[in-house]
């Protein structure tokens, strides 16, 4: 373990200074520089593309910076070729698993080291150097399970105790809060605390303000690839970090349903679930009318997106019917919820929303093919023609519809997911986390469509992580352990939604 | 905008109006190397590029392409079948057992010619059907499955036939390739007909466009509604029949159905379709790319015999070709063949 000065006056853990990197004609990064004192957690913020990932990944030793330089603890950084002087400085923890999914725990930690000096692997000695690991940074894992059936909470601490063994005190955490459920975030942070406490230090990457202001002491903004500000976060503000990130005066715009006018009293109704269940939830019943946004909120494993997906059909009832304009629908079939007018914006754009590497084009029309033209035809003209169209509509910033959809940033990845969407002119969206990973601006843009097809006339059910999303809800509906708790009408308090998602009592 | 112009994903803004245009140009990467082997050709041999010698060519490519189109379709939905080339000699062999007499080593049934033709298809969409039955809805591995069944039929045909040879009485089978018309058998015809018909289909149906969502991210083809299994296990049925009437156009360029029809050009198939730049990953690739794949090696293969290599050398020579071709192509096109 190497020695840690005493004080924050003390050599920071990295310094970069005046880092540029171009790809191309492209500016990726020009003159950051970044300071990051011993035991702190430094939280580096910026919209998508702002530069965070190419900082990260000069800063552990991915690629080179082409201008300025980096020091760990006063040593400038060894060249790219020693990757294990790397290791011993600095790692990072992807939100995409960096294991062998189907190795042990313990093998998985001393990876390409498992027999230490000696020729043979010593299991016995092996799983015990990893419990002992395991056990010096309190990490509650047990050594012989497959990485694979790790939680992500468990797999990222993994990652981070093998980080450590290398001698790393330095950890950069790229989004680690994306895929936990709040508790699992609570645990998360308390063990970064303590981690803290023994004199670790970590570059905190996330997309969410409150745990900035929650779990770091000094926060780096970046924005079109260039610093903007560096502050203890007791100083700034969480407006006036907004306006950092996204460069306008003005903290994010949502419309509060409370804001706009009642929903007419005779509104046409629009989907009836009637005592839907299914795997992870049960009994759930609620009425969707024109020009209603109903929202669902609750843990990760409360089942609200179980019983979304269930209504477009991408899983299969167990028990109860969904209605779309009074008729009942196929269960578990897609196609038909299509034909019955909803469209669908999936839980996972990466997964099941896009394919990343065909075009705009491609990907804006795949739910629509069916009606491009007679007979099935679903020219390259016709499909073009649709994506341009739907570039506009949506401000989708690409170069052309024939661009792969890889290309594109997440927010605009995103607003191509719900572009076709809302291809088919459906009676009733259903979004599943239609902001997830995206930047402030599009998370803003998105959210204004949703506005928008609402006033058309559309019914929208949202299904969110993000209290911003459900503020355009008329009700939101709180799901717990599979079953619909509360109800808040638009204009609740975040506190008060908060704590029945989480089931505590507010006192 | 200005967070596009630091974007170094998004790089390629500046140049937005060539995308299209080059996109045409990366389908026929291979004309060139097509050239370049027709003229070393022209160069050993004065008869090389006579127009009976291109003809050969075509003709022998015809059988071959068919089959590199079934194979195609299937791997453009991101799966794909070894069988193919069994059942490019399983269906004839069985089509033409139940025709011809007992004395030609038929089965003895003497069912009309065009009931044999019919059967030489039912029995490849049937290979399909159990294929896209066992891959799709069992969901076992396309590999193993392909392969088993692969030895299957091979097993069968030379069981049934006891290892022998049909050639007697063949002539409904054999039609397809020795029927001209202006001066290229209809198999030839057939085979620019169906690469042009399933060509356009791609591009232009959206069934086509479903196969390469499919092969392109399955899970993200169901969330947008198309009918995944039934489309993937649908195109293995296609594949098959294809085979069948590759074998066809297979027999009639030989003139005769030996035991062995289609033994070991598996290897022909996939190398012509990813020499051709589809990738064996799905959702990537053309039929132009395909056919242009399956020219260059028939003509590679003619090559070889006007050179008059050494025919016990040939299979390896053969494949060492496809071995470069392969390199070749993969630093042309540019993107990892995986």
């Not at chain 1, 030793?61 to 603890?73: A, C, I, P, Q, Y």
């Not at chain 2, 620019?192 to 466009?209: C, D, K, Q, S």
């Not at chain 2, 969502?213 to 649908?234: C, F, K, L, P, Y």
Request: glycine share 12%; proline share 4%.
């Amino acid at each position: 373990m190497s020695a840690l000065p005493a004080g924050s006056a003390a050599v920071p853990v990295v310094s970069a200074q005046g880092v540029g990197k171009r790809y191309g004609p492209t500016v990726a990064l020009s003159d950051v520089s970044l300071t990051v004192h011993p035991g702190e957690s430094h939280a580096l913020v910026g919209r998508n593309g702002a530069g965070k990932s190419t900082l990260v990944s000069i800063l552990t030793g991915l690629s080179k910076t082409d201008t300025g330089h980096v020091e760990f603890g006063g040593v400038p950084a060894p060249p790219l070729s020693k990757q294990d002087d790397w290791k011993r400085a600095v790692a990072c923890v992807y939100q995409h698993a960096m294991v062998v999914p189907q190795l042990t725990v313990a093998e998985n930690l001393f990876l390409n080291r498992q027999s230490g000096r000696g020729f043979a692997i010593g299991w016995q000695r092996l799983r015990r150097q990893a419990r002992e690991l395991l056990d010096s940074w309190d990490v509650g894992v047990d050594v012989d399970t497959p990485a694979g059936e790790l939680s992500v909470e468990d797999r990222q601490f993994v990652e981070i105790a093998r980080a450590l063994s290398y001698g790393a005190r330095f950890i950069v955490l790229d989004e680690p809060t994306a895929q936990l459920d709040s508790q699992a975030i609570d645990r998360l942070f308390a063990r970064m605390r303590q981690m803290q406490a023994n004199g670790v230090t970590f570059l905190f990457i996330s997309h969410h303000l409150h745990e900035v202001y929650e779990v770091c002491q000094a926060v780096t903004v970046l924005r079109d690839a260039k610093h903007i500000l560096t502050a203890p976060v007791a100083e700034v503000g969480r407006a006036e970090l907004i306006d950092a990130m996204t460069g306008e005066q003005g903290g994010l715009s949502v419309r509060d349903a409370s804001t706009r006018e009642a929903l007419d009293a005779d509104a046409d109704e629009v989907l009836a679930v009637d005592g839907l269940s299914g795997d992870g939830f049960s009994g759930v019943t609620f009425r969707i009318h024109r020009g209603e946004v109903i929202g669902l909120a609750g843990s990760n494993a409360s089942g609200k997106h179980q019983v979304a997906e269930t209504v477009y059909g991408l899983r299969s009832p167990s028990s109860g019917t969904v209605r779309v304009d009074g008729k009942p629908l196929k269960p578990g079939d897609i196609p038909a919820a299509i034909r019955a007018g909803i469209g669908c914006v999936p839980r996972d754009r990466h997964h099941e929303g896009l394919v990343l590497e065909h075009s705009i084009a491609d990907n804006a029309t795949l739910s629509i093919l069916d009606r491009m033209g007679k007979g099935g035809l679903a020219a390259p003209a016709a499909r073009y023609g649709r994506a341009v169209q739907a570039l506009r509509d949506y401000d989708i910033v690409a170069a052309d519809a024939d661009q792969p959809v890889s290309d594109l940033s997440g927010g605009n990845q995103q607003k191509v997911v719900l572009a076709r969407a809302l291809a088919g002119d459906p009676r009733l969206v259903v979004l599943i986390n239609p902001t997830a990973g995206v930047d402030v601006k599009s998370k803003e843009a998105l959210l204004a469509v949703v506005d928008r097809v609402r006033a058309e006339g559309k019914a929208v059910l949202i299904v969110s992580d993000e209290l911003d999303d459900l503020r355009l809800s008329d009700r939101v509906l709180v799901l717990r352990a599979g079953a619909v708790v509360a109800e808040h009408r638009a204009g609740w308090s975040d506190g008060d939604l908060v704590a029945d998602i989480e089931g505590v009592e507010r006192g | 905008m200005t967070e596009l112009m630091t974007d170094p994903k998004t790089s390629s803004f500046a140049a937005p109006p060539k995308r299209r245009k080059f996109r045409w140009l990366r389908e026929l990467a291979l004309v060139p190397a097509l050239i370049v082997v027709l003229i070393i050709g022209g160069l050993i041999s004065d008869t090389f590029l006579t127009f009976g010698s291109i003809v050969g060519i075509l003709s022998a490519s015809a059988a071959l392409s068919m089959v590199v189109l079934g194979e195609s379709l299937v791997l453009l939905t991101g799966k794909f079948d070894l069988s193919l080339e069994s059942t490019m000699g399983m269906a004839p062999a069985l089509g033409a057992m139940l025709v011809i007499p007992v004395a030609s080593s038929g089965f003895g049934t003497e069912i009309p010619g065009f009931a044999g033709i019919l059967a030489v298809l039912v029995a490849g969409a049937a290979v399909g059907f159990v294929n896209g039955f066992l891959i799709v809805k069992l969901k076992l591995n396309a590999f193993i499955v392909t392969l088993a069944m692969l030895t299957v039929l091979r097993g069968t045909q030379i069981g049934s036939t006891q290892g022998k040879t049909l050639f007697d009485q063949l002539d409904v089978f054999t039609a397809l390739a020795t029927t001209t018309f202006i001066g290229l058998p209809m198999s030839v015809w057939l085979a620019a007909a169906l690469f042009a018909a399933f060509g356009l289909g791609l591009r232009y149906h959206r069934i086509g466009r479903s196969l390469y969502a499919i092969g392109g991210n399955r899970e993200a083809a169901r969330a947008a509604g198309i009918r995944v299994d039934r489309i993937s296990w649908g195109v293995f049925v296609v594949a098959g029949v294809l085979a069948a009437l590759g074998g066809l156009a297979y027999t009639g360029y030989v003139g005769a159905l030996g035991a062995d029809q289609g033994d070991g050009l598996i290897l022909q198939v996939f190398a012509a379709a990813v020499i051709g730049g589809v990738s064996l990953d799905g959702g990537k690739g053309t039929l132009v790319g395909a056919l242009t794949g399956v020219l260059l090696l028939q003509t590679v293969t003619n090559l070889l015999q006007v050179a008059q290599v050494p025919p016990e050398w040939l299979k390896a020579i053969y494949g060492v070709i496809i071995l470069v071709a392969l390199i070749i192509s993969r630093y042309a096109g540019g993107k990892a063949q995986t």
